[in-house]
């Protein structure tokens, strides 16, 4: 299983955002370094929380100061642009981060972003499959395209620069609950994204409904559904024991459950008076991981059995806690979670007990070993030989 961060990113306390902006590169530095293997990074354009409006420009920058993690927009709102100025865009970070980033598509999660914009909420899945269709398209590099639809146009449209990646770096469609992200990715081969299926009502349910129209879809379309390449998210925030989880997040879940509530819409936790019951709200009904690894390790396991298995579990980056206690979060969650999922303690392990139970069998000759080559140096009384032989005890005795 891969790891990774789905930063919108939420700031729900209203501090310094140049600050909150360079918080966030550092975050996803520090993923980085701690082995993670993918940022997504969001977009958004009002409600005052959700800070990043281009992707794109935050991943240039993310790009110039990490090594290994790939990077993602999480999501464009593909209705807001014209597709030739994404799939060129795109195009670009491609090579120059050499292969590291992923485009990540949606219609778009603010009602206000479309308001502001004068687009009506109703056509923006429609324009989201029109454009992805173009996208696509441009990106297969087979010809010029045309497209004539009520907002963009394309006329012998062809990009004179084709992905690093060959033949393209992956896509992912959002989905939720609607069962339109899952048919638009099987239609297209793109892969599926199941963004905050925990913090819906019956979004945990929905992920399986998600799996069989994005399969039954991608037959039908020629391709083959890969469960590898399907990503789920979900927000959690860990500590060595679950009250110093819960004490962490009173810095910033009361605001956050606020901005959910009163902008984006979303009804948690409404008869929550403080952050903690907030907090225990959402983690007795599934919604959100408070606590040791063991409880994120159980939410994994869940998650796994209610979906049928995916490939990639993303964290829903909230600033639920400080910054520092994030960072020790996620180096907990590297610590001790992940290599749950990744065998890569297992050799350890099994090494580990082979040794263990061949000690009896291999200790003595190496002592004794040990013991002949120090008395062939100093001599069989020499007081060193003698404390040497006293050290080794009984293993040494042939």
């Known amino acids: 299983m891969r790891f990774g961060i789905f ?19 550092e975050l996803i530095q520090h ?3 701690l082995g ?21 420009l935050m991943i240039a920058t993310i790009a110039e100061r990490t090594r290994h993690i790939s990077l993602g927009t999480g999501v464009y709102s593909l209705g807001y642009h014209h597709p030739m100025s994404v799939a060129e865009r795109m195009v670009l970070l491609d090579h120059l981060t050499r292969g590291r980033i992923k485009l990540g598509v949606g219609p778009g999660a603010l009602a206000t972003d479309a308001f502001q914009r004068g687009f009506d909420p109703r056509t923006l899945r429609q324009r989201m499959s029109e454009s992805l269709g173009a996208i696509v398209e441009l990106l297969a590099g087979a010809g010029p395209v045309d497209r004539d639809c009520d907002w963009f ?27 339109s992200g899952p048919e638009l990715a099987g239609r297209h081969g793109c892969s599926l994204l199941s963004i905050g299926s925990t913090l819906v009502e019956s979004g945990v349910e929905a992920l399986g409904a998600h799996w069989n129209v994005f399969a ?14 399907w990503r789920v998210v979900a927000p959690w925030h860990i500590a060595p024991t679950r009250e110093q989880a819960f004490a ?15 902008v984006a819409y979303l009804p948690l936790a409404r008869d929550a008076a403080t952050a903690r019951e907030a907090a225990e709200e959402m983690v ?14 159980d939410m994994i396991d869940r998650l796994l059995e209610q979906s049928g298995g995916f490939g990639t579990f993303l964290c829903m980056s909230c600033d639920w806690a400080d910054h520092e206690a994030r960072k020790r979060s996620f180096a907990l969650f590297a610590d001790e979670v992940m290599p749950r999922y990744q065998d ?37 009384d020499h007081a060193r030989t003698q404390k040497i032989k006293e050290m080794l005890g009984a293993d040494s005795e042939a």
């Open 7 to 25: 930063l919108a990113p939420y700031h729900a306390k209203l501090n310094n955002p140049t600050l909150a902006l360079e918080r966030d590169i």
């Open 31 to 33: 993923l980085d370094r």
């Open 36 to 56: 993670y293997d993918e940022a997504w990074i969001g977009e958004h354009h009002s409600g005052g929380a959700e800070l990043i409006t281009a992707p794109d």
């Open 153 to 179: 146009t394309l006329r012998d449209a062809a990009l004179h620069l084709l992905p690093y990646t060959r033949p393209s770096f992956e896509i992912a469609v959002a989905a939720l609950i609607s069962p």
């Open 216 to 229: 039954e879809t991608s037959i039908a379309n020629g391709h083959e559904p890969d469960r590898s390449t």
């Open 248 to 262: 962490e997040i009173e810095y910033g879940m009361k605001e956050w459950i606020d901005y959910e509530r009163e």
């Open 284 to 297: 007795s009904i599934g919604a959100a991981v408070i606590g040791t690894p063991q409880d994120a390790a």
């Open 344 to 380: 890569s303690t297992r050799p350890l392990r099994e090494s580990y007990n082979w040794g263990k139970e061949k000690k009896n069998e291999i200790v003595p000759e190496f002592n004794q070993a040990f013991q002949q080559a120090t008395e062939r140096y100093y001599g069989a």
